[in-house]
């Protein structure tokens, strides 16, 4: 049978084993709990920075895509409140698709026509 220190009872063999407490666990563990600390920390940074690239083009495309519709159709400014308020239906749990944004985002495009500018810039970001 198994001599950790258990917490409950014993249901049908299940045993909730109690974590020793960390003096015990002598600096060597330390130093690897450290480690794996610091790659938890480093990894959750550049999960942040893929994401925020990740919007960064997703904003320019939305961006382009409205200027190349706006001129092949003619749209003018009501297609951005119209887009906006089906965007907020399709995705209710995001922000950031006001018309405002979604202005600010055919703005960006159209200052940046570029698209190897806007990749160049995304990768930029460390």
């Known amino acids: 049978m198994d001599n950790r220190k258990r917490m409950g009872k014993d249901k049908d063999g299940v045993i909730f084993p109690i974590a020793p407490n960390l003096s015990e666990m002598g600096d060597r563990y330390l130093e690897f709990i450290e480690e794996i600390k610091k790659e938890i920390l480093k990894q959750r940074v550049s999960v942040v920075m893929n994401a925020n690239a990740s919007m960064i083009r997703l904003y320019w495309n939305i961006g382009k895509a409205i200027l190349a ?50 990749q160049r810039v995304v990768a930029q970001i460390p």
Not at 88 to 114: T, V
């Open 69 to 118: 519709k706006q001129e092949q159709e003619g749209w003018g400014a009501k297609v951005i409140d119209r887009m906006a308020k089906d965007l907020k239906e399709i995705f209710p749990e995001m922000s950031g698709f006001s018309p405002r944004n979604i202005k600010y985002m055919r703005k960006f495009a159209q200052c940046w026509s570029d698209e190897t500018i806007v």
